[in-house]
């Protein structure tokens, strides 16, 4: 007979070493580091901050704690280089999504079967143990003639504030960021912009016809033209990784009562992005769009105000870095990684728009902003070794 539920040996994570990547790991999931603009009350970056800044101190790194914004701290940790070697960033956020709806106790990182599970262990907590072992052992022996940059920044999940911070006052000849990616290389993702369209109308009593002007009626003109904009990028030249941009309505209000002609329908809507499709870009096919209703249909008028927008990003696949981390990588995996883009945003952008040619390099795991979340342990130790030689052979 059968038991039940047979029991997989589980084992509480934290008795592990924090020099090894496993056991920082379980004391990274088990510091609570939510984001506070994404749960109101979140715990924000300061305790895990505080942690990674006494563990990387006690190693001999140079410590710098940026905190513009108060309780969302950023640390950039050194070891600066002798001397006429390139600089590489390792680059890994130190917030999470929430904790609520975990299935578990999410702050209790709980190994089996060779994974590890609770929230952030996969993001990306994993790489953030990976990129401090790895920067600690290639550092061991003494600096290398290249700095080596580690960037643990705040707010990732939201804004990433954090990584602009820190580009703010540092920067290197390359970085690697090590958001989860199954240990294959990333070498694109999308872009994003955000777009309001107000349609204007003429507010009117609902007996009067004649003198209202519907912009609620007036804004499903231009939802079915959003429409049609969709279908033809779809149809438009695509990115060999990421395939066409898209454009999709995401939030519309409008109207007051019943008996009253809507002055106002107000439309949000998000494009994504691909190379090669900047925001001004995609700025003037709203506005021809828009231009063309208002030549076509009677009464038709609007305002378009650009919102946060952040560009796509691509990397050389010939560059240095690149070059490094997919060698390494062939050594520990015993084939050449693959080569993937991701649908959506990362720090990348922000790093190759400051001139830093960058990748992304992480864990195998699942379960990133779900119910349950882990990392496979052994694709956390190759990650570690393949960082630990990369930035050993790129600042040598
Ligand atoms: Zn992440």
């Known amino acids: 007979m059968v038991p039940e539920t047979a029991a997989a040996p589980e084992t509480s994570a934290t008795a592990e070493s924090a020099v090894t990547p496993t056991g920082l790991l379980a004391r990274l999931v088990a510091i609570d580091s939510v984001n506070p603009d994404l749960v109101p009350g979140g715990a924000g970056e300061s305790a895990i901050a505080d942690y990674c800044g006494g563990w990387l101190a006690a190693r001999g790194f140079e410590l710098h704690r940026l905190e ?18 390139r600089a590489l960033m390792l680059n890994g956020h130190l917030d999470t999504v929430s904790l609520a709806g975990y299935d578990g106790d999410p702050l209790e990182p709980r190994i089996r079967d060779g994974r590890m599970h609770g929230r952030g262990t996969f993001d990306m907590k994993g790489g953030l143990a990976a990129m401090m072992v790895a920067a600690a052992r290639a ?5 290398l003639r290249g700095d080596v940059v580690l960037a643990l920044v705040a707010d990732e999940e939201h804004a990433s504030f954090g990584t602009e911070e820190v580009l703010e006052s ?29 349609i204007v109308g003429r507010a009117a009593h609902g007996s009067r016809p004649e003198l209202g002007v519907d912009a609620i009626a007036k804004a ?14 779809a149809k438009g030249p695509a990115h060999p990784l990421l395939g066409t941009g898209t454009v999709h309505a995401s939030v519309i209000r409008g109207g007051e009562e019943p008996s009253t002609y809507p002055a106002h329908c107000r439309i949000t809507l998000e494009r994504r992005t691909v ?31 650009r919102g946060l927008h952040r560009e796509p990003f691509e990397a050389d696949p010939q560059a240095p870095v690149v070059r490094t981390l997919t060698h390494h990588a062939t050594l520990a995996l015993g084939h050449p990684p693959v080569v993937r883009a991701e649908p959506f945003w990362t720090d990348c952008a922000l790093l190759d728009r400051a001139g830093i040619p960058c990748l992304l390099f992480g864990v195998d795991g699942a379960g990133a902003h779900a119910a349950t979340e882990y990392v496979d342990l052994a694709s956390l130790d190759l990650l570690t070794d393949v960082l630990t030689a990369t930035v050993r052979d790129f600042c040598c």
Do not use: C, I, M, N
Request: proline content about 6%; aromatic content about 8%; overall charge negative.
């Open 68 to 85: 513009q914004h108060p309780g969302r701290p950023s640390l950039v940790a050194l070891v600066r280089g002798t001397g006429g070697g």
């Open 170 to 198: 540092f920067t290197a000849d390359a970085a690697v960021v090590v958001e989860p990616s199954h240990l294959e290389v990333t070498l694109a993702h999308k872009g994003f912009a955000w777009f309001d369209v107000e």
């Open 275 to 305: 190379p090669g499709e900047h925001a001004d870009r995609v700025e003037q096919e709203l506005t021809s769009l828009l231009d063309h209703l208002t030549a076509t249909v009677p009464d038709f008028a609007y305002r378009l105000t």
């Open 220 to 233: 499903g003109h231009f939802l079915v033209a959003l429409e049609d904009l969709g279908r033809r990028l």
């Open 139 to 143: 550092t061991a022996d003494g600096p």
